[in-house]
Every structure is written in structure tokens, then in C-alpha cells.
């Protein structure tokens, strides 16, 4: 296996070794190996040649679409209390109204590809793309779809988000639960399951986690965590799927730890890190707009399943995103993650102190860092309950 090496132009001394497009073969599943290109999607580049006039895909006269422009208010970041007029308009509107690119609108994706370098210190050139889809669970089930065979074993950490069950459920899977606790993914149980392993038995491929204010439990995993789990993936051959909602929703006290992307830069190679981000907690959930960063033979294959199974995500909703994405720029954005994250630690002090008021020594339960849950265990009944702040 030939590893490829970048040094980034604007850092001479950074150089990042990325797993060869050959590595992924062997960890995806039997229908992502056969997938072919869509005979219709699989022309668009063409459109975008100079002089080309496309008769492609049965594309209707966006003249006859009855909508002539968009306009909305919303919030100001960086002025509390003021708002904003966003308006979509013209060439805009056009492609919000009219099929798009499989992956997602290309400044839409050149939008997120920045954010993922400001707030992971991931590099354009370091071995990794983006695609867009509808909501990150839509991304997360593609993805499932592209690693996993019917049987497969995985790993889930325990309690796990209970909107991927049914996907495991779905494809017969054994589910091999890794343990949690109130820092995060226990490296010592995920060690026990892959060392203690049937010697005739085929190892799991992947690993879920949702490492910040996880659904149900609320924890977030520790740095040193972390870096545990990646070390494992690399020694026993796994991919980490980081399902991420809650990125921005971080209000602990301490530093906010590092994403898997992120820390794995300090791994030999690059490319074991599939992460799954949403615009639902922090902009709106009805959007349904997710995306997904990771290795290309990856993501490649998944937009290979959207072509056949919805052809893309919303224009509309994308021009929406961007329009208003782009008129706040990249201060506003993190200026709004961080009142967001404000109001949901409110949240959680109240909640909590209402909890210590009615449920102290009846329950025990951790004080969550980031995310909308509380993990609660009754002391008298064996049973975990879980709250949305």
C-alpha cells in the first residue's frame, strides 16, 4: 500500500500522510461495489464546459417556475437585538428552483469546506471532501449503506443515538455495544471487544460515536479519549463514523475538546475519520441540511447512492442556507453557535437545579457539557430516564 504525502504551501512544516484511494476497497460493502455512475447524473460536469448548451437530464425552463424571489429576516449576530433582510433573487433563485449538483451546490460546499479548516484545522489539500445531503442522518444511512454488508458486525457505543438502530437492524447486523461513561467512549471496553476477538471471525469495519453532548447520554468524550479510540482504529483496522450534531452546542467550562477530524493529524496517515455534521440544532431542523467530510473513495460511492435514490439535496433550501450563510460570513456564524450554545446552558442550569430540587437522592445523573440531554438514573429502580433541556 503506497501512502500519499501533502505539505501545504501555506505551512512547509506540516506534512500529512493520507491513506492511498486503494485502502477503502476492502471496506465497502457489496452494493457500494457495484454502484455505476447515473447515466444522466454522471454527464453534469459536461454542462459546465464553455460553449456547451446542455439538452441533459429533462431540465425544465426555470421561465415557466412562478417564484420570482425570497426575502426573510434574521437575527444579527454580531448587533444583539437587530436583524438582517436576506434576499434570493435572479441567478440565485434560479439555482435554488432547478436540479443541482449531486453533492450539493458547489459555493454551498466551497462554504462549508472553509468552516471545516476554521473550526477542525482541516486542510483543502489534505486527502478529504465534503458533500452535502438531507440532514446528516440521510448522509449517516448512506454511509451505513456503503461500508456495512447484511451481517456485518459494528460497534456502537452504549447507550447509542437510537435513530441508527434501526439501520443496523435493517441489515441484520451484530451489534457489538462498546461501553460509555461521563468522559465519553471507554477506550478500555472498545480495546477489550477487538483484542479478544474470534481469531476466524471477520473484525468490524466501523465505529459509531457521537463524541459531543451525545444522544441519550449527554457526555462528551475526553481529548484523551479520543485520541484512545483513534489509536485503536488504527491498530485494528476500523473507520470512526463522528456523528456530530452538537458540535456547536459545546458550553463546558474547559477548552472544547478537539474533533476525531481534527486530532487525527496527529495520526501517522489521515482517512479513518467519516464526520457527519447538521445544520438542524443550530439553524433549522425543517432545512434538513447535513454534510459529510471524509476520504473521497468514500464519499464518492455515497454520492453514487443519492444520484439513483433522491438525485440530491434541496436547491431551494441550499440558496436558502447559503444566502444567509454568506451574508452573516464566518464571525456571525460562530457569533450565533455561541448564543445558541448560551441558551441551551441555561437550559441545562435550570433543568438541573429543578433536578436537585425533586431528585437528589433518588437519582444520580452527570451534568452534561454540551448537547440537550440528561442522562438520569434512579437510584431505588434500576433504570436510566432521559430529559431534553
Given at each position: 500500500?503506497?501512502?500519499?504525502?501533502?505539505?501545504?504551501?501555506?505551512?512547509?512544516?506540516?506534512?500529512?500522510?493520507?491513506?492511498?484511494?486503494?485502502?477503502?476497497?476492502?471496506?465497502?460493502?457489496?452494493?457500494?461495489?457495484?454502484?455505476?455512475?447515473?447515466?444522466?447524473?454522471?454527464?453534469?460536469?459536461?454542462?459546465?464546459?464553455?460553449?456547451?448548451?446542455?439538452?441533459?437530464?429533462?431540465?425544465?425552463?426555470?421561465?415557466?417556475?412562478?417564484?420570482?424571489?425570497?426575502?426573510?429576516?434574521?437575527?444579527?449576530?454580531?448587533?444583539?437585538?437587530?436583524?438582517?433582510?436576506?434576499?434570493?433573487?435572479?441567478?440565485?433563485?434560479?439555482?435554488?428552483?432547478?436540479?443541482?449538483?449531486?453533492?450539493?451546490?458547489?459555493?454551498?460546499?466551497?462554504?462549508?469546506?472553509?468552516?471545516?479548516?476554521r473550526s477542525h484545522g482541516r486542510r483543502r489539500d489534505e486527502g478529504w471532501r465534503l458533500s452535502v445531503g438531507s440532514g446528516s442522518q440521510d448522509l449517516?444511512?448512506?454511509?451505513?449503506?456503503?461500508?456495512?454488508?447484511?451481517?456485518?458486525?459494528?460497534?456502537?457505543?452504549?447507550?447509542?443515538?437510537?435513530?441508527?438502530?434501526?439501520?443496523?437492524?435493517?441489515?441484520?447486523?451484530?451489534?457489538?455495544?462498546?461501553?460509555?461513561?461521563?468522559?465519553?467512549?471507554?477506550?478500555?471496553?472498545?480495546?477489550?471487544?477487538?483484542?479478544?476477538?474470534?481469531?476466524?471471525?471477520?473484525?468490524?469495519?466501523?465505529?459509531?460515536?457521537?463524541?459531543?453532548?451525545?444522544?441519550?447520554?449527554?457526555?462528551?468524550?475526553?481529548?484523551?479519549?479520543?485520541?484512545?479510540?483513534?489509536?485503536?482504529?488504527?491498530?485494528?483496522?476500523?473507520?470512526?463514523?463522528?456523528?456530530?450534531?452538537?458540535?456547536?452546542?459545546?458550553?463546558?467550562?474547559?477548552?472544547?475538546?478537539?474533533?476525531?477530524?481534527?486530532?487525527?493529524?496527529?495520526?501517522?496517515?489521515?482517512?479513518?475519520?467519516?464526520?457527519?455534521?447538521?445544520?438542524?440544532?443550530?439553524?433549522?431542523?425543517?432545512?434538513?441540511?447535513?454534510?459529510?467530510?471524509?476520504?473521497?473513495?468514500?464519499?464518492?460511492?455515497?454520492?453514487?447512492?443519492?444520484?439513483?435514490?433522491?438525485?440530491?439535496?434541496?436547491?431551494?433550501?441550499?440558496?436558502?442556507?447559503?444566502?444567509?450563510?454568506?451574508?452573516?460570513?464566518?464571525?456571525?456564524?460562530?457569533?450565533?453557535?455561541?448564543?445558541?450554545?448560551?441558551?441551551?446552558?441555561?437550559?441545562?442550569?435550570?433543568?438541573?437545579?429543578?433536578?436537585?430540587?425533586?431528585?437528589?437522592?433518588?437519582?444520580?445523573?452527570?451534568?452534561?457539557?454540551?448537547?440537550?440531554?440528561?442522562?438520569?438514573?434512579?437510584?431505588?429502580?434500576?433504570?436510566?430516564?432521559?430529559?431534553?433541556?
Amino acid at each position: 500500500m503506497t501512502i500519499a504525502t501533502t505539505r501545504p504551501n501555506d505551512d512547509p512544516q506540516r506534512l500529512v500522510k493520507q491513506l492511498p484511494p486503494e485502502f477503502y476497497h476492502s471496506f465497502l460493502s457489496k452494493a457500494a461495489k457495484e454502484r455505476r455512475l447515473s447515466p444522466i447524473r454522471g454527464l453534469y460536469p459536461l454542462e459546465a464546459k464553455p460553449g456547451v448548451i446542455s439538452f441533459l437530464a429533462g431540465k425544465p425552463n426555470d421561465a415557466m417556475f412562478p417564484f420570482q424571489s425570497f426575502s426573510f429576516t434574521a437575527t444579527c449576530p454580531s448587533r444583539p437585538g437587530q436583524s438582517t433582510t436576506v434576499s434570493l433573487s435572479g441567478p440565485e433563485l434560479a439555482e435554488g428552483l432547478q436540479y443541482g449538483a449531486t453533492a450539493g451546490l458547489p459555493r454551498l460546499s466551497d462554504w462549508f469546506m472553509g468552516l471545516q479548516e476554521r473550526s477542525h484545522g482541516r486542510r483543502r489539500d489534505e486527502g478529504w471532501r465534503l458533500s452535502v445531503g438531507s440532514g446528516s442522518q440521510d448522509l449517516i444511512w448512506k454511509a451505513v449503506q456503503s461500508l456495512v454488508d447484511e451481517g456485518d458486525p459494528v460497534l456502537i457505543e452504549s447507550p447509542v443515538y437510537a435513530g441508527v438502530i434501526p439501520m443496523f437492524k435493517a441489515l441484520h447486523c451484530e451489534e457489538h455495544e462498546v461501553e460509555t461513561d461521563a468522559q465519553g467512549v471507554c477506550s478500555s471496553s472498545l480495546r477489550s471487544i477487538l483484542e479478544n476477538w474470534p481469531a476466524a471471525k471477520s473484525k468490524p469495519r466501523i465505529f459509531y460515536t457521537v463524541p459531543y453532548g451525545c444522544n441519550p447520554t449527554g457526555m462528551t468524550a475526553t481529548t484523551e479519549r479520543r485520541r484512545e479510540v483513534l489509536e485503536l482504529a488504527r491498530e485494528h483496522n476500523l473507520l470512526i463514523l463522528e456523528d456530530d450534531p452538537y458540535f456547536y452546542l459545546y458550553f463546558g467550562k474547559a477548552e472544547r475538546p478537539p474533533s476525531y477530524f481534527r486530532l487525527e493529524l496527529e495520526q501517522p496517515e489521515i482517512g479513518r475519520v467519516l464526520r457527519f455534521d447538521s445544520l438542524s440544532k443550530i439553524m433549522s431542523a425543517g432545512m434538513r441540511i447535513g454534510f459529510v467530510s471524509g476520504p473521497k473513495p468514500i464519499l464518492d460511492v455515497m454520492d453514487l447512492h443519492t444520484a439513483t435514490v433522491n438525485l440530491q439535496p434541496s436547491s431551494l433550501a441550499q440558496s436558502i442556507a447559503l444566502a444567509l450563510l454568506e451574508q452573516w460570513g464566518y464571525d456571525d456564524f460562530y457569533a450565533h453557535t455561541k448564543a445558541v450554545s448560551e441558551f441551551y446552558r441555561e437550559k441545562r442550569d435550570v433543568f438541573e437545579k429543578a433536578m436537585r430540587t425533586h431528585l437528589s437522592g433518588l437519582a444520580e445523573w452527570g451534568t452534561p457539557e454540551a448537547g440537550m440531554f440528561f442522562w438520569c438514573v434512579m437510584t431505588e429502580i434500576e433504570c436510566p430516564f432521559i430529559f431534553l433541556i
